[in-house]
């Protein structure tokens, strides 16, 4: 079916259920990033393919909102005979839904994709919020996949660090000290992280889709039964109990007379709705496992450190086989390539990319999460910037780089190396800043657009997100972002520094390194540790424009590069990363 047929499908469906509109999230029963191939039904209803958005239809328009980095992919993505597209922070769904001059709207949605924020983003006197049971999408799309129910896994102590009984305790005793039965968990990666496991149902993220009940004195884990392998009894213990999703209903009804809690930020309104209406006390609390998760232990530290090296030696390898050979292929081949390298270097730690590649050379890398495909991308010409943000995932941690190349011969344009200069000069400045214990994120995020707001420049996207440890590359709760945000970084947290500045039909230019949070020198201070070992494009750089300690810091870094990397390649790339690691002056 094309646009129309489905859109004239869909409304049919409004007037059997009595309503004059849908909203439809791009997520899953777990509100998680990434999903399965049956969850994508943003994608599939209306051809915008970013990992982030939404939509509403109503009778006569259609309208799909995302943030800053898919505003690009959405126009091209879009056919916009049928459907409008906004950036969902500047021109919010309500404020759409309102200009519509409609004095009444019954607002249909499904209360397992939507969180109570969610919701709220939607309140107004003209509209009535109806959830419906059966999602009107999975009613016409009728070659849906089958949600996954791949093994669950044990994720071993040499990786996590951390037994996982030493972790429910933990979390056990909060129950008992803040005087609550049980704690409901619906996000993947954080009962993961507390039980020990992993899995493969979400393209990018190893993680299986389970939700989990803790109480004091046990867990009940909800899966697919055909996802609990043998030993995974044996590993998890006799106070991990292995139900079905089936049974998670009823045990929820099961809570009556109980005191409950749950974080709903993530935890679907569909959660809500049941306690509700068995009456089942509920109190509302951040969930327990998100901070910790975030500081990872020692052992934790020390896999990062052993993936990104794995990861440097991929990427400088790419990087070299680029320069010599990447002009002629497509957007495609030169991300497979690079694919390619990680499962080298990687070895049996490599499992699989962190998230889909952006590889855009010229203005698709303007497109801030573009996603080449066989059928449509370009191939690399000389005298292009080219842009690859790539990651991985290693049984001892998550990588996510970015790097902008000039390919070809000839000099880069000057008003392409300013902005590149101006983006790295962000980039070290966030790098080598020391702050005091409990500076959030927001507070540096100045640092990494001081140089391109005096040339009249900006980026709309964050500047680092958290990453998780073999888990999801996007990770909360610490940010650093304009946008203020009360969690303070701390010692173990992993965060992106991502920098970049985007000319729209010419070139994007982003920089990134992932750093880890530990201890500065100074009493009750804190700095950053690069994890991300590999060389910036000294082609796209105006030295002219460094100060001396940024000479000083690309310098020492290009050293730490070279000396950790270089006796990991071949003869040729050794003396390749010796020439493009030299000094700066």
């Not at 994007?508 to 390194?513: C, D, K, M, S, V």
Request: hydrophobic fraction near 35%; proline fraction near 5%; glycine fraction near 6%.
């Amino acid at each position: 079916m094309n646009s129309a047929q489905k859109l004239a499908q869909i409304r049919a469906i409004f007037k059997q259920q009595q309503i004059d509109g849908f909203i439809i999230q791009r997520g899953d029963e777990f509100l998680n990033e990434y999903v399965a191939p049956y969850a994508e039904r943003l994608a599939w209803l209306t051809g915008f393919t970013g990992s982030a958005g939404m939509a509403v239809i109503l009778d006569q328009k259609a309208a799909v909102f995302s943030d800053g980095r898919y505003i690009l992919q959405m126009q091209q993505e879009l056919n916009q005979d049928h459907w409008e597209s906004f950036h969902i922070s500047k021109h919010p769904p309500l404020q759409w839904i309102i200009e519509q001059n409609q004095p009444s709207i019954k607002l249909g949605y499904d209360p397992k994709l939507m969180s109570e924020k969610d919701l709220k983003a939607f309140e107004h006197p003209s509209i009535t919020l109806i959830p419906i049971e059966a999602n009107p999408i999975d009613a016409i799309w009728h070659d849906q996949p089958s949600p996954p129910h791949h093994p669950i896994v044990p994720h071993d102590i040499q990786f996590s660090g951390q037994d996982h009984h030493e972790k429910i305790e933990i979390l056990q005793q909060a129950l008992i000290d803040n005087q609550e039965d049980a704690y409901i968990l619906c996000d993947p990666a954080s009962i993961c992280w507390l039980l020990n496991i992993r899995g493969s149902d979400v393209p990018y993220t190893p993680i299986p889709l389970v939700f989990a009940i803790i109480t004091q004195n046990e867990v009940a884990l909800y899966a697919d039964t055909e996802q609990y392998i043998n030993n995974l009894s044996e590993f998890l213990g006799n106070d991990v109990l292995l139900k079905s999703h089936t049974e998670l209903e009823t045990d929820l009804i099961a809570l009556a007379n109980t005191n409950i809690a749950f974080d709903p930020a993530q935890t679907p309104i569909w959660f809500i709705q049941i306690l509700k209406k068995h009456e089942v006390t509920f109190s509302k609390r951040s969930n327990p496992c998100t901070l910790p998760k975030s500081r990872k232990n020692l052992i934790e530290q020390e896999g990062s450190r052993q993936a990104h090296l794995r990861d440097a030696v991929a990427m400088c390898r790419f990087l070299y086989w680029l320069e010599h050979h990447g002009v002629g292929h497509s957007e495609v081949e030169v991300a497979k390539k690079l694919n390619g390298f990680r499962q080298e270097a990687g070895g049996d730690f490599y499992k699989e990319e962190s998230f889909p590649a952006i590889s855009g050379v010229g203005a698709n890398g303007a497109i801030i999460h573009y996603h080449a495909t066989p059928e449509n991308c370009s191939i690399l010409t000389e005298d292009k910037a080219y842009l690859i943000d790539s990651g991985g995932q290693y049984l001892d941690g998550t990588t996510d780089i970015t790097r902008t190349i000039w390919l070809g011969k000839n000099i880069a344009p000057q008003d392409l190396k300013e902005a590149v200069t101006c983006v790295l000069q962000g980039h070290i400045a966030i790098s080598s800043a020391i702050f005091p214990k409990g500076t959030t994120g927001s507070r540096l995020d100045v640092l990494a657009r001081y140089s391109l707001w005096q040339k009249g420049l900006d980026y709309d996207h964050g500047t680092g997100h958290g990453v998780g440890s073999y888990l999801s590359v996007h990770e909360g709760p610490c940010r650093i972002s304009s946008i203020p945000f009360p969690v303070p970084l701390q010692e173990g947290m992993i965060i992106s520094n991502e920098p970049g500045y985007y000319l729209s039909g010419q070139y994007g230019i982003r920089l990134e390194n992932l750093l880890l949070v530990t201890a500065a020198t100074h009493n009750n201070f804190l700095q950053f540790e690069p994890l991300t070992l590999v060389p910036f494009d000294k082609n796209l750089i105006d030295t002219e424009m460094l100060s001396k300690n940024q000479k000083n810091w690309l310098n020492q870094y290009h050293q730490q590069v070279f000396d950790k990397i270089s006796h990991h390649l071949n003869k040729n790339e050794k003396q390749w990363l010796q020439q493009v690691c030299s000094d700066v002056t």
